[in-house]
């Protein structure tokens, strides 16, 4: 009955030593002395701060790209204990005792390495042979740049590591489409595709360019399965939705899987706080939820509230007023009703206060029961410090003199009506009878005798304006526009009718208990569209570069100096392989050129099946240079060197598969392909000896001379630090 226990039980494996040999000196070229230097690098001074708010659960907004990779620096800190306490505000500044730096630098650098044994097998998969595969391997491994940027507090390597993984995995699955369709092998390879896809859009919104490339070769091999003629109908379908579930669904759930772990970690109040909506504020923990913690929630007649714009450009700004009137005699010559001014404000203050009035009633405290203020409804809006009431009328506005003057009416006895009606616009309403809501309701004022629309041009006023943002009436204005539509964020029912009692109501906090708590997909949705928006700080930096220096490494960035000595770590490529890698780009796109005219001509120089693996290669090799080069000549953003290395690993790829193109198809004798291979041995050590010579400048573990640092200068235009004793 045991019998089966007589005999050992035997488990045989194969093991790739070129796989275990490229791994180990992958790991040991990224983790060597990793937490060397002991300071903040570069652009450690701008993660570093993310990391802090992670740890103690800081609400941050970031508008260089989606949460994932920055949680995935902050698990390095979480790992290593790291408590947040640190203050990133220098380049340079030594850490202290409580910052783990091997652990924080631990993640980015075990993606690099990896990326060594991944280039192996991409090559592999897509059916070249080892020697090949292995060049690509060692070449990523040698290339000064990548081991600099993986052995810091970045995310470039991390997304070099799902962008190959997102194309090694896709052609595991493509290639297990040849022999077993819907095993478990081919659903891994598919899911993981869809997942590696995400999470490269996650690290950076250029990881779409890697998603997009894929999901065209995917199309593409798509539609070859719909012309399989031994496939049955349902067949096809199904491999289509498995498609399509796996890599255009699945990466959809696990990017708002990265945004549902980040609000959820994220929960408490923080300085970016103010660029997003009212509702959004109210949803954190302290800052605004505390102010605005039980504050009632239906607008009524004779509620005191604030009105934020919605727009938020160029900075928040709550409706406002003050005792000082506009100019008689602007600047340009033009005239003005000098009366009291309505600007939009970037701070809290009193002077945000407004009463909703009824027009037909004197009053301005809320009936009991209050009576809520409805979509249609005509109101009058009080300055609550002044008394006096919002008005439009047709005056040109100050600044924007295409639209029409917003003023709180002074009565100066002149032929000068006031025309103080609005009438509230609810434009998120879900019915005409909805009621104005705090917080949830985004309202447009309409002027009932103009129908002037409340808005905020956004324009600074000059020094008679204290430099606050410029309001106008919008008589013009077709459709919606954010910076028409405002929102109560402070709330609180008037009790007071005398002035006195009711300007000491307006300076103190309201106190009614409401929840508004905002779902996760309209947090979601408002975080997105800020961070797609949200103005990056485009200004000219030292080391800033353009798209066309990259090629030919023609900058170069000084990562870091020692404080005492000439030691120095710059983000600085192999000249060799960046030049190199260049040309074989330029040789592919000519023979594929060449190819393809001769093809046309019937005359094939390829075997049916070489050449269908030289169009994969350039489709994922050049064609991810190039969706990762590309658009950077479109971007109107500050670019740096390491831009260019998510697009630098392809075209490393690709340069050992024109190689061995090379000598299998263009080398016609046995000694032309020897003298070939001597030239590839040649130029491979001449690329060892550079990345060697590089070396202190990618680790910075040793100090050079002046002399030493003047010799490695190879072009004027790389920024050598040498220090003047």
Same mark, same amino acid.
């Given at each position: 009955?045991?019998?089966?226990?007589?005999?050992?039980?035997?488990?045989?494996?194969?093991?790739?030593?070129?796989?275990?040999?490229?791994?180990?000196?992958?790991?040991?070229?990224?983790?060597?002395?990793?937490?060397?230097?002991?300071?903040?690098?570069?652009?450690?001074?701008?993660?570093?701060?993310?990391?802090?708010?992670?740890?103690?659960?800081?609400?941050?907004?970031?508008?260089?790209?989606?949460?994932?990779?920055?949680?995935?620096?902050?698990?390095?800190?979480?790992?290593?204990?790291?408590?947040?306490?640190?203050?990133?505000?220098?380049?340079?500044?030594?850490?202290?005792?409580?910052?783990?730096?091997?652990?924080?630098?631990?993640?980015?650098?075990?993606?690099?390495?990896?990326?060594?044994?991944?280039?192996?097998?991409?090559?592999?998969?897509?059916?070249?042979?080892?020697?090949?595969?292995? =060049?690509?391997?060692?070449?990523?491994?040698?290339?000064? @740049?990548?081991?600099?940027?993986?052995?810091?507090?970045?995310?470039?390597?991390?997304?070099?590591?799902?962008?190959?993984?997102?194309?090694?995995?896709?052609?595991?699955?493509?290639?297990?489409?040849?022999?077993?369709?819907?095993?478990?092998?081919?659903?891994?390879?598919?899911?993981?595709?869809?997942?590696?896809?995400?999470?490269?859009?996650?690290?950076? +919104?250029?990881?779409?360019?890697?998603?997009?490339?894929?999901?065209?070769?995917?199309?593409?091999?798509?539609?070859?399965?719909?012309?399989?003629?031994?496939?049955?109908?349902?067949?096809?379908?199904?491999?289509?939705?498995?498609?399509?579930?796996?890599?255009?669904?699945?990466?959809?759930?696990?990017?708002?899987?990265?945004?549902?772990?980040?609000?959820?970690?994220?929960?408490?109040?923080?300085?970016?706080?103010?660029?997003?909506?009212? @509702?959004?504020?109210?949803?954190?923990?302290?800052?605004?939820?505390?102010?605005?913690?039980?504050?009632?929630?239906?607008?009524?007649?004779?509620?005191?509230?604030?009105?934020?714009?919605?727009?938020?450009?160029?900075?928040?700004?709550?409706?406002?007023?003050?005792?000082?009137?506009?100019?008689?005699?602007?600047?340009?010559?033009?005239?003005?009703?000098?009366?009291?001014?309505?600007?939009? +404000?970037?701070?809290?203050?009193?002077?945000?206060?407004?009463?909703?009035?009824?027009?037909?009633?004197?009053?301005?405290?809320?009936?009991?029961?209050?009576?809520?203020?409805?979509? =249609?409804?005509?109101?009058?809006?009080?300055?609550?410090?002044?008394?006096?009431?919002?008005?439009?009328?047709?005056?040109?506005?100050?600044?924007?003199?295409?639209?029409?003057?917003?003023?709180?009416?002074?009565?100066?006895?002149?032929?000068?009506?006031?025309?103080?009606?609005?009438?509230?616009?609810?434009?998120?309403?879900?019915?005409?009878?909805?009621?104005?809501?705090?917080?949830? #309701?985004?309202?447009?004022?309409?002027?009932?005798?103009?129908?002037?629309?409340?808005?905020?041009?956004?324009?600074?006023?000059?020094?008679?304006?204290?430099?606050?943002?410029?309001?106008?009436?919008?008589?013009?204005?077709?459709?919606?526009?954010?910076?028409?539509?405002?929102?109560?964020?402070?709330?609180?029912?008037?009790?007071?009718?005398?002035?006195?009692?009711?300007?000491?109501?307006?300076? #103190?906090?309201?106190?009614?208990?409401?929840?508004?708590?905002?779902?996760?997909?309209?947090?979601?949705?408002?975080?997105?569209?800020?961070?797609?928006?949200?103005?990056?700080?485009?200004?000219?930096?030292?080391?800033? #570069?353009?798209?066309?220096?990259?090629?030919?490494?023609?900058?170069?960035? @000084?990562?870091?100096?020692?404080?005492?000595? #000439?030691?120095?770590?710059?983000?600085? =490529?192999?000249?060799?392989?960046?030049?190199?890698?260049?040309?074989?780009?330029?040789?592919?796109?000519?023979?594929?050129?060449?190819?393809?005219?001769?093809?046309?001509?019937?005359?094939?120089?390829?075997?049916?099946?070489?050449?269908?693996?030289?169009?994969?290669?350039?489709?994922?090799?050049?064609? =991810?240079?190039?969706?990762?080069?590309?658009?950077?000549?479109?971007?109107?953003?500050?670019?740096?060197? +390491?831009?260019?290395?998510? @697009?630098?690993?392809?075209?490393?790829?690709?340069?050992?598969?024109?190689?061995?193109?090379?000598?299998?198809?263009?080398?016609?004798?046995?000694?032309?392909?020897?003298?070939?291979?001597?030239?590839?041995?040649?130029?491979?050590?001449?690329?060892?000896?550079?990345?060697?010579?590089?070396?202190?400048?990618? +680790?910075?573990?040793?100090?050079?001379?002046?002399?030493?640092?003047?010799?490695?200068?190879?072009?004027?235009?790389?920024?050598?630090?040498?220090?003047?004793?």
């Amino acid at each position: 009955m045991l019998g089966f226990l007589q005999h050992p039980v035997m488990v045989t494996a194969e093991v790739n030593l070129n796989m275990v040999a490229l791994t180990a000196m992958g790991l040991l070229s990224r983790l060597w002395q990793l937490a060397y230097p002991r300071a903040v690098v570069f652009d450690e001074v701008y993660y570093g701060q993310y990391i802090s708010f992670y740890m103690k659960r800081i609400f941050f907004l970031d508008g260089s790209g989606p949460p994932f990779g920055h949680m995935l620096l902050a698990l390095g800190g979480y790992l290593g204990g790291f408590d947040g306490n640190f203050l990133w505000n220098r380049i340079g500044a030594e850490y202290s005792s409580n910052v783990p730096v091997w652990s924080l630098r631990l993640l980015p650098a075990l993606s690099g390495a990896l990326s060594v044994p991944m280039a192996y097998e991409i090559v592999r998969e897509l059916g070249f042979s080892h020697c090949a595969a292995t =060049g690509a391997a060692l070449l990523v491994l040698i290339e000064n @740049a990548l081991i600099t940027q993986s052995r810091l507090m970045l995310l470039e390597s991390v997304l070099i590591f799902f962008n190959l993984l997102a194309v090694l995995s896709y052609l595991k699955f493509s290639n297990s489409q040849k022999h077993r369709p819907f095993s478990p092998r081919w659903w891994f390879w598919l899911v993981l595709t869809g997942v590696a896809c995400s999470c490269a859009v996650g690290i950076k +919104y250029v990881g779409v360019f890697t998603y997009l490339l894929v999901l065209g070769v995917a199309a593409v091999h798509a539609w070859h399965v719909i012309g399989d003629q031994t496939l049955s109908n349902v067949r096809v379908l199904c491999h289509l939705l498995a498609r399509a579930a796996a890599l255009v669904v699945l990466p959809i759930l696990v990017y708002l899987l990265f945004f549902y772990i980040h609000l959820l970690l994220l929960y408490r109040s923080g300085p970016h706080d103010q660029i997003m909506s009212s @509702a959004f504020q109210a949803s954190l923990e302290g800052g605004l939820a505390r102010v605005t913690q039980g504050q009632p929630l239906e607008v009524a007649f004779g509620s005191q509230v604030t009105l934020k714009n919605v727009f938020g450009q160029p900075v928040p700004c709550w409706l406002h007023s003050h005792q000082s009137t506009y100019p008689m005699i602007y600047e340009n010559g033009r005239g003005s009703s000098h009366q009291q001014q309505v600007t939009c +404000y970037p701070f809290k203050d009193v002077n945000n206060w407004w009463i909703v009035k009824d027009p037909g009633r004197h009053q301005l405290v809320v009936n009991n029961p209050p009576r809520p203020v409805r979509h =249609g409804d005509v109101v009058q809006l009080v300055h609550g410090m002044t008394t006096r009431l919002l008005n439009t009328h047709d005056v040109a506005a100050p600044l924007s003199p295409h639209a029409q003057e917003v003023s709180c009416y002074v009565d100066y006895n002149i032929s000068m009506p006031p025309q103080n009606l609005w009438r509230l616009d609810i434009v998120n309403r879900e019915s005409d009878t909805d009621v104005w809501k705090t917080i949830l #309701s985004e309202v447009r004022f309409v002027h009932v005798n103009t129908s002037a629309i409340l808005k905020l041009s956004g324009v600074p006023l000059p020094d008679w304006g204290f430099r606050q943002l410029e309001v106008v009436g919008e008589k013009l204005f077709r459709g919606y526009h954010e910076s028409t539509v405002w929102n109560v964020e402070e709330h609180r029912y008037g009790r007071s009718q005398e002035q006195k009692e009711r300007e000491l109501e307006l300076h #103190s906090p309201t106190q009614v208990d409401i929840s508004r708590n905002l779902s996760f997909m309209a947090r979601f949705s408002e975080l997105q569209w800020r961070m797609l928006t949200v103005r990056s700080d485009d200004s000219e930096h030292k080391y800033s #570069s353009t798209p066309l220096d990259w090629v030919m490494l023609d900058t170069n960035i @000084a990562y870091w100096l020692h404080p005492r000595t #000439s030691a120095q770590i710059h983000l600085l =490529g192999n000249v060799v392989i960046w030049a190199s890698a260049s040309l074989a780009t330029l040789a592919y796109a000519l023979l594929f050129v060449w190819y393809l005219l001769r093809r046309r001509r019937r005359v094939c120089d390829l075997p049916e099946d070489c050449w269908l693996r030289w169009v994969l290669a350039g489709a994922l090799c050049a064609g =991810g240079w190039a969706v990762n080069y590309l658009p950077f000549f479109l971007m109107e953003k500050t670019l740096f060197l +390491y831009h260019y290395l998510p @697009a630098l690993t392809f075209q490393i790829l690709l340069l050992p598969v024109v190689l061995e193109h090379v000598s299998d198809h263009l080398c016609r004798s046995q000694l032309q392909r020897s003298l070939f291979t001597a030239l590839v041995v040649a130029w491979f050590t001449s690329a060892c000896h550079v990345s060697n010579m590089l070396r202190p400048l990618t +680790y910075g573990d040793r100090p050079l001379s002046p002399s030493e640092l003047k010799a490695l200068r190879w072009k004027d235009s790389w920024d050598i630090l040498i220090r003047r004793y």
